[in-house]
């Protein structure tokens, strides 16, 4: 069997309705995974690609407003393969930013994520799932302090340290942690800069690789990671940003 290949392992994707969550879940149905699309929205978009794709899903209605809405999503399913992609993001400048957005993105973003990964994580060791792997979705602003995204970066940097300690805790017990920190990828959430042309240009002079990201560039990096062929690879943030940051 091939190192990448995902046969006869089960994955949840959270955020599996739309640009990347959606992606990583077609991309780990292309190698074998049977994969569960959890989303506060149906996913019939995404279970039709995974058809087409030749896999095999279902959809999960999950909406993580409530931090702790997986906790029993896991129990006697066989998961080995968790992505933890949902989250939401609020614009506004730090001198007015609300507490209801703070929590809103912190309850989304970074708590959620963790217990979500804790009730994971649980039911692989106590029904023997493993090797078994977790996928943060981290970002560009992990690394950054962005503009006018205070509680968005606080996640994000939050979602790496978590993805660290988790690795450095669970690794000797055959799960994988690790995290992707995408660039500007062309997703909902980034529509209002693409509209921008000026902001678009400028965003677009500093990508060495000359273009916006493609959610597929996502969802190719998550299917390594929850292969074989990383398994030695633990607490990594890749990053997937064009080259963003190596400049």
Not at 11 to 21: C, F, M, Q, Y
Not at 37 to 66: K, N, P, S
Not at 107 to 118: P, Y
Request: a negative charge; glycine letters at 10%.
């Amino acid at each position: 069997m091939s190192p990448f290949s995902l046969e006869n392992r089960r994955a949840l994707v959270t955020g599996a309705n739309t640009g990347i969550g959606q992606a990583i879940a077609v991309s780990l149905a292309a190698q074998g995974a049977h994969v569960t699309c959890a989303g506060r929205r149906e996913c019939t978009e995404t279970l039709e690609m995974i058809a087409d794709a030749g896999g095999q899903g279902e959809a999960l209605l999950l909406d993580f407003a409530d931090p702790m809405a997986a906790q029993d999503s896991f129990t006697d399913v066989g998961y080995s393969i968790l992505v933890n992609n949902a989250g939401i993001i609020r614009r506004e400048d730090s001198l007015d930013f609300t507490e209801a957005d703070w929590d809103a993105v912190m309850d989304v973003n970074l708590k959620a994520l963790f217990f979500t990964t804790q009730a994971f994580a649980r039911a692989a060791l106590e029904q023997g799932n493993t090797p078994s792997a977790v996928v943060n979705i981290a970002s560009l602003l992990s690394f950054q302090g962005g503009i006018r995204v205070p509680s968005y970066t606080a996640s994000k940097h939050g979602v790496a340290g978590l993805t660290k300690i988790l690795a450095n805790e669970w690794a000797a017990k055959g799960i994988n942690v690790n995290a992707i920190a995408p660039g500007y990828i062309a997703t909902n959430n980034t529509e209002a800069l693409r509209a921008d042309p000026e902001r678009s240009e400028a965003i677009l002079a500093r990508i060495p690789a000359g273009r916006w990201g493609d959610p597929s560039d996502i969802g190719g990096t998550a299917a390594f990671l929850c292969s074989p062929a990383a398994r030695y690879i633990h607490g990594a943030v890749l990053n997937v940003d064009g080259g963003w940051l190596a400049r």
